[in-house]
């Protein structure tokens, strides 16, 4: 079979497409980083991440350069794909974040973190950075992790259930205002109708899933999966008896949980507990 013919010669994958798009409209357009920065009334060193691929931005600023070079929608639908793009995640979590993507419903127990869906931008931040990542890296690791918060927030979106260990609301960031924050995106998440946030008090004791973080995703088909994670590595579990296993342990642990309105009022309370930033 003949090889296909490259028609355009630009990348397939997402995110240097995305910055290479960004380039190439510039260049037609004419001008520099600076002068676009002051017609968008945005920060140029912004623009040169986002066009040298170490940054992908926020959509209301390629809301904004989609109107400034008169491609409506057409940067949007770029960015939108690249920040789902699975490459740009670690090998080992890729599979993983596919299948997260066409969840019919997941379901998910924290022992010590929030999960990657619920968290804010400085909740990833902060604990990305314990494991090492800084400057660029960091900054990409942040927009691959919280821009899979879009998944709870489609149209179709999935329906999604997370039991959270007393002990994750009790582990406050060392930024205050940052940990506020999160507090504040998880009651705002909580009223969502297709997400409901429970939590384990700590009174519950031992269970069956007391030191595993543990996400199931139901699939199209019926098929369940379950993902297990740890500091170190993430687990796909698919075999039926051993996720089976560890649905009914996630039973077991929902029956020890506060119910939706309870735990709302407990998160509330750790809003209330926590320090307001110092005023200026």
Not at 115 to 126: I, V
Not at 142 to 157: F, I, N, S, Y
Not at 221 to 229: D, F, N, P, V, W
Not at 245 to 269: Q, V
Request: charged content about 30%; proline content about 5%; glycine content about 8%.
């Amino acid at each position: 079979m003949p090889q296909r013919r490259v028609v355009t010669g630009r990348s397939h994958e997402p995110r240097a497409r995305f910055a290479e798009e960004l380039r190439l409209l510039r260049a037609g357009k004419g001008g520099s980083l600076r002068d676009l920065a002051d017609r968008l009334g945005w920060d140029a060193s912004t623009l040169g991440k986002m066009e040298s691929g170490r940054s992908l931005g926020s959509p209301e600023l390629v809301e904004a350069l989609d109107q400034h070079y008169g491609t409506p929608g057409m940067l949007l639908a770029l960015w939108e794909l690249a920040v789902g793009d699975p490459t740009q995640f670690k090998e080992q979590y890729r599979r993983y974040m596919v299948l997260e993507t066409e969840a019919l419903s997941l379901w998910h127990f924290g022992v010590s973190v929030l999960p990657g869906l619920l968290q804010t931008d400085g909740y990833a931040r902060e604990l990305l950075s314990l494991g090492g990542a800084k400057g660029d890296e960091l900054d990409q690791q942040v927009e691959a992790r919280t821009g899979r918060r879009k998944t709870l927030e489609e149209e179709d979106a999935p329906i999604f259930r997370s039991l959270l260990a007393e002990a994750v609301l009790r582990t406050p960031l060392r930024d205050v205002g940052e940990w506020r924050r999160q507090l504040e995106h998880l009651l705002e998440v909580s009223e969502w109708p297709n997400v409901t946030i429970q939590v384990v008090p700590q009174g519950a004791g031992l269970h069956g899933l007391v030191s595993s973080d543990v996400m199931f995703l139901k699939l199209l088909g019926g098929r369940t999966m379950a993902y297990l994670e740890n500091a170190l590595r993430g687990e796909l579990v698919e075999e039926n008896a051993s996720v089976e296993r560890l649905h009914r342990a996630y039973d077991a642990m929902r029956d020890l949980a506060l119910n939706p309105a309870e735990s709302r009022k407990f998160i509330l309370r750790m809003l209330e507990e926590s320090p307001c930033e110092p005023s200026t």
